[in-house]
């Protein structure tokens, strides 16, 4: 792939931080190379706007930072990703955030995330029992925290399948941080090969920490035929879901990704095309990472906003 490079002088709080970006041409997925020590500058609007409580919380959490994966992806910001939020369950009081799953503003009081996000053991789906960090590029600190008003899981989300693993979360009060996504439509096709960017908190290898910063990572999409062959998912793969990854793994999403934006360009547009769904372990050879395609699950999403 192409790449330029380019060293930005950053006119910003904190004195020392010259990073580095490089874009990548065409490319869903903008990638912030940090190189400025261990509070970049990814967090000056966060940390001065912080409570005593939350930033001691969150210099716990930034002792290690984990960097440069998601697994296998590269740091980026919320501003190059500002749809996307983190989903924490609502029992855990400020200054502590508990990340379980990632989601994507679609509206200012919705957010579309995956089934499997709200029907399991910590949201029981129940919209009390969770709450999004929307506008920062570090779920655990700054941002804004709101609380949801109702959970629509899709009618043919089928748990034993992984079949229209969706959910929709409207918020209790719109959203004055982030970006809403354009979705894809029932007509958009994804061709195979496309990049997609996906991008989350979650674990940095399978079985591994999740991330402090938004990490992201381009995976291509790769054909249902091609995933459902028997050495991948023989057959698993339904038409609610495609694949995207590397035949010989090493970049994927992984858990804690879960429910989060997976983005193409389209028609020279950023649009959202899938839902990081499931996978066998994370980033393994030929076990692609696996989307929830978003074109199929259009014109649900357009009845349940009432649009
Ligand atoms: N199910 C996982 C979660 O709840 C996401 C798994 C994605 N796995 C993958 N290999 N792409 O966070």
Redesign the pocket.
Known sequence: MKTMTTTFACISLISLCSFTVVAHAQSACKRVDDTSGPLPARSAQALQNATPEALAAFRQLSLDPPRGKIVDGHLTLIDNNPWQIAMIRAVVPEPTRSQF?GGSIIANDWILTAA?CVKNSVVREDPTRVEIIAGSSQYAIGGERLKVAAIHTHPRYNQATMDNDFALLRLQTPMTKGQIIALADAKTDLRDGTTMCVSGW?AISEGGPGAIDLLGAEVPIVSTPVCNAPASYNGDILPSMFCAGKKEGGV???????GGPGSAVINGRTTLVGV????E??ARRLKY?VYSRVSTAAEWIATTLGR
């Open positions: 799953c499997h979650g994927d999403s992984c858990q804690g990704d879960s990081v769904s499931w996978g372990g994370c990472g």
